[in-house]
């Protein structure tokens, strides 16, 4: 009875029960999210490797000496004529300088074997081992040292001896600092600490982390010259082309049939579609004393000459419009396709209503405009802070620096220059220096152009 009790209070069996699928390993990419994020990681990658990495290695750069005078892997300690210059000039340790450039004379081990090895007399040698350790500061009291030798040599000897104890440091190289504390204290005993600190320092080949680039950056003469060129340069090519001419292109545009309208623009374009070297030859043989410009002006009597590097305002007039006609045309495109979707009621309605042209362009197509302008300019501004291609090739920074603008002058320090010495650091710095302005200007722009209330959403979709 109680069995059957508990049959029925259990219940019937659950018969044909099912087991729950397994969820794919991958089932994530079946969502948007999982699909986008793999579609999105080569590029994702490419942003890593070719923008991200470069400006953090720019950043540690930038606070190291490297050169190629350093190398970028670990130096020596070498006792040159500059780094006893170093001595002197920084550390104010002029003696120990002198010191160490000067030939030494110290009887040591290997001074005894060596005159072994020339067949010395022994007892020459074992005159010269009770001196054992001694230092000589000069030839001449070590040479007396060698004569009043119970046997002493003849003068010939004599030079053999003393070139064989000889152990001046000058243009010695060490591999470690260890190994050049050593070769000091064998010719000068009473190093101080401040001494040893101060020689591995201006002995030291390979490259240091330091600051010191930001300090002759603030101290430089030149960079006064460069900075007040790149903002010159930047200010007139980005107010007189970039936005000014471009503007004025795209409303000219927009008043004209689709059709030469689209012509124009194209022409207008070729200059930022064209190869840079072939643009800036193109610009080169107008300005060359035998181009065109100086051929034309023969007729009137006027000597031929390169107007291009004849003078730093030739030359500055040259570089802002190589430049600028390149940013004028893509200016022109953003501004053109802003104007096109203006609603054409507008237009129609202030033509009814008796609006002049220039009435048009104030009341109608300069607001809508605010958006590409800030675009416009805010992506321009960066352009021009890092353009070099057209002002490298056109003038390189000539005639006499006139033209070196900021990341030209990057180019010049770090990867190329006249002297031969790459200054990759001091070359960091100045790029590091070019992202923080650019950094500043674009949060300066968004401030003037109140970004804030160009995107917020408008009241009718409230």
């Known amino acids: 009875m109680s069995a059957s009790r508990d049959i029925v209070e259990s219940g019937p069996a659950r018969i044909g029960t099912r087991a729950a699928p397994a969820r794919p ?3 994530w990419l079946n969502s948007s999210k999982g699909l986008g994020l793999v579609l999105i ?29 350093t190398g970028i892997t670990g130096g020596a300690y070498q006792i040159s004529p500059g780094a006893l210059r170093v001595l002197t000039d920084r550390y104010g340790m002029g003696e120990l300088a002198e010191r160490l450039g000067q030939p030494t004379y110290v009887v040591d081990e290997q001074g005894l074997a060596a005159l072994a090895e020339m067949e ?24 007396r040292v ?55 320092e201006a002995t030291y080949t390979g490259w240091s982390w330091t600051t010191d680039n930001f300090r002759r950056l603030i101290t430089s003469p030149q960079t006064m ?42 022409i207008w374009f070729l200059p930022r579609i064209s ?5 800036v030859l193109l610009w080169k043989w107008l300005a060359w004393d035998t181009g065109f410009l100086s051929a034309f002006l023969d007729n009137f009597g006027i000597r031929p000459r390169n107007w291009m590097l004849d003078s730093a305002f ?40 008796g609006a002049y042209r ?37 003038t390189d920074g000539g005639p006499g620096g006139a033209t070196e603008i900021w990341s030209l002058a990057i180019y010049h320090t770090a990867l190329n220059n006249y002297a031969g010495n790459l200054q990759y650091g001091y070359g960091a710095a100045m790029a590091l220096v070019l992202v923080v302005i650019g950094i500043v200007l674009s949060l300066l722009y968004l401030r003037l152009f109140n970004y804030r209330a160009l995107i917020i959403k408008p009241r009718i979709e409230h």
């Open 25 to 27: 390993r991958f089932a």
């Open 358 to 394: 220039w009435q048009q362009i104030r009341h109608i197509i300069l607001p809508h405009l605010k958006w590409p302008i800030l675009f416009v300019t805010c992506y321009q501004t960066l352009s021009l802070l890092t353009s070099i291609e057209q002002t490298l090739l056109s």
């Open 275 to 279: 190869p840079a070297v072939i643009y």
């Open 314 to 353: 030739n030359a500055w007039v040259f570089v802002i419009l190589i430049n600028g006609f390149v940013g004028a045309s893509m200016g022109m495109l953003i501004f053109a396709s802003a104007i096109k979707a203006i609603p054409q009621s507008l237009f129609h309605a202030a033509s009814v209503d």
């Open 41 to 69: 990681m080569p590029a994702l990658l490419l942003v890593i490797a070719f923008f991200l990495a470069p400006v953090i290695l720019t950043g540690v750069f930038a606070f190291t000496n490297m050169s190629t005078a």
């Open 146 to 200: 060698i004569r009043d030798l119970p046997t002493r040599p003849n003068t010939r000897t004599v030079k053999r001896i003393s070139d064989a104890f000889s152990r001046s440091l000058a243009n010695a190289r060490f591999a470690s600092a260890g190994a050049l504390m050593s070769a000091a204290e064998a010719i000068d005993p009473e190093l101080t600490d401040d001494e040893k600190a101060a020689l591995r």
């Open 120 to 143: 010395i007399d022994q007892d020459i040698i074992d005159g010269l081992k009770r001196r054992l350790g001694e230092t000589f500061s000069s030839r001449r009291d070590f040479e």
């Open 225 to 266: 010259r460069i900075l007040f060129n790149t903002i010159f340069f930047v200010a007139a090519t980005l107010l007189i082309f970039n936005t000014g001419f471009a503007m004025l292109l795209a409303i000219a545009t927009h008043y004209i049939p689709d059709r030469p309208a689209g012509i124009f623009r194209i």
